[in-house]
């Protein structure tokens, strides 16, 4: 390829070098009467732009006058000299250069007229949502996904440094593995030879019949890889599985989506404590990792969403995460709110789930940092995870890892390893044994303890960038009422 991406090229070394580059243009200044133009130039490839120096007499000037400004794609060669202006190192000196695709008036302007969605410096988060297919064009838009792929890219260099298995877990399944009735149906039914297809098949007592589906059975998208993953860890050791998961989930916080990607690590002869350790160590190297590999567009979240984020980062990357269990965070809690602590809900007793006001009063008041809260109810959790032997009333091997202003980033458990205990869990929350024999064979077959846990992707990106709505973090995000392309 003959063009060198701005990443290689915005550094003095390159001073001297003839390049060629191309990019879109972020905007467009004339100097000298208009015998000058002086081009800002972005690849997508780093948060920082080059000054491309177009002076008249050179092939492209004329063209490069008309390209319509912000939104242009621009190729440009010439060579890299030391920039006289204080706002960039270095910038090229065009030779040629050539308007790939000019900025075109937008479907409702007029004839001719120059719109560009994104032309401004600046863009609310709310108006390049509303731009998603701009939105990586933008300086928040494409610094999310670099610093995605990073993470990305950390996480599986992590899992692969310990000798973790990569298992790719399906999308569509038959269970709900968190049992909370937010999986999406895959339905598509086959209609009868000669009928229409949009009929829907009905058993004699009138209910959908699912057996005339495509799978021959009700199907959903996956809430979690979690079952699945356990089938290889209870086969090759330590697995994990990383890919999107779904929830319709009706809620409309900053912290939700209904399309969210999940890191799910499963680990055979392991108990919570490994789980617990694992988790912490994933964490502080993800956030190392972005550090080291990141800092231009930390420095532009920290400017743009949070003063001192990398400091922040830096001491998360240090730092041990202290370990609570459920029944002292009820305690504190239940001081707190003696304390004359406004909760909206004081309904606070060991038993009950902790909602999200709960969770932030412990990392943003108590901890000033993430906590991680082990040993919860049996009752508020799911029918998989290790009854505590012994524990009366009964709790279970889970932990919850939560960070400020967040909540809950991990969630994660010891798994049930005991056939007859793990059978009579599920009956208790009303699953068909029949529909789970698959799962209690891995206990019924070599049974072995095994722990693992799931890292909600986005919410990760949101405590490295300081960016505030888990809609930001993601390329297309899917909520109630949004998905489209
Ligand atoms: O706590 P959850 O529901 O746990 C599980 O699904 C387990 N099966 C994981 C496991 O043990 N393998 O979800 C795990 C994490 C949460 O801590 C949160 O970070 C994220 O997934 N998460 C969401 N992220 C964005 N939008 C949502 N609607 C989310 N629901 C959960
Ligand atoms: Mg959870």
Redesign the pocket.
């Known amino acids: 390829r003959s063009r060198v991406r701005l990443k290689e090229l915005l550094s003095e070394k390159s001073i001297g070098s003839t390049a060629t580059v191309a990019g879109w243009v972020r905007s467009v200044r004339e100097a000298e009467k208009g015998t000058l133009c002086f081009v800002e130039l972005n690849d997508g490839s780093c948060l920082g732009s080059l000054q491309v120096v177009v002076a008249s007499g050179i092939e492209g000037f004329s063209e490069m006058k008309g390209c319509g400004g912000t939104g242009a794609s621009v190729k440009a060669k010439g060579e890299v000299v030391e920039s006289p202006g204080k706002n960039q190192a270095i910038e090229l000196r065009a030779t040629e250069v050539t308007v790939l695709g000019p900025t075109r008036g937008g479907p409702d302007r007029a004839p001719g007229a120059q719109y560009y969605p994104l032309a401004k410096k600046f863009h609310t988060p709310e108006h390049l949502r509303a731009h998603a297919h701009l939105r990586p064009r933008s300086r928040l838009g494409s610094a999310v996904v670099r610093v995605r792929h990073a993470l990305a890219f950390a996480t599986h260099e992590f899992f692969n440094g310990l000798g973790f298995l990569y298992v790719h877990t399906p999308l569509i399944t038959a269970a709900d593995?968190?049992g909370a009735g937010e999986q999406f149906t895959v339905t598509t039914l086959l209609p009868e030879e000669g009928e229409r297809a949009d009929t829907i098949p009905r058993t004699p007592e009138g209910f959908v019949d699912y057996s005339k589906d495509f799978f021959g059975r009700k199907c959903g998208l996956t809430?979690?890889g979690?079952l699945n993953v356990e089938t290889h860890a209870v086969a090759l050791s330590d697995c994990y599985t990383f890919g999107p998961t779904f929830?319709a989930?009706v809620s409309h916080t900053a912290?939700?989506?209904s399309e969210?990607w999940?890191i799910?690590p499963e680990m055979a002869f392991a108990t919570l404590d490994d789980d617990v350790k694992l988790a912490q160590d994933y964490l502080k190297y993800c956030v190392s990792a972005v550090l080291t590999r990141c800092d231009d567009d930390l420095a532009f979240f920290e400017q743009a969403n949070e003063k001192g984020l990398r400091d922040r980062l830096r001491s998360l990357a240090s730092a041990r995460v202290p370990r609570l269990e459920y029944s002292d965070a009820i305690e504190i809690l239940l001081v707190a709110i003696r304390d004359g602590h406004d909760f909206e809900n004081k309904d606070i007793a060991w038993g009950v789930d902790l909602n999200s006001e709960h969770e932030r009063y412990l990392t943003d008041v108590v901890y000033k940092g993430p906590v991680v809260i082990v040993n919860y109810p049996k009752n508020i959790k799911a029918f998989y995870m290790k009854l505590n032997p012994g524990s009366n009333p009964p709790t279970v091997a889970a932990m919850d890892l939560l960070v400020p202003k967040i909540g809950?980033?991990?969630?994660?458990?010891q798994r049930e390893d005991d056939l007859e205990t793990l059978e009579q869990r599920a009956k208790e929350v009303g699953l068909d044994p029949k529909s789970i024999s698959w799962y209690a064979d891995l206990r019924r077959y070599g049974s072995v303890p095994h722990a693992?846990?799931?890292?909600?992707f986005?919410?990760l990106i949101m405590l490295v960038t300081g960016v505030e709505n888990?809609r930001d973090v993601i390329p297309f995000p899917r909520y109630p009422g949004h998905a489209a392309f």
């Open positions: 593995c968190e809430v979690s979690q929830r989930e912290r939700h989506l969210f999940m799910e809950e980033i991990i969630g994660g458990s693992g846990f799931g890292l909600g986005e919410r888990i």
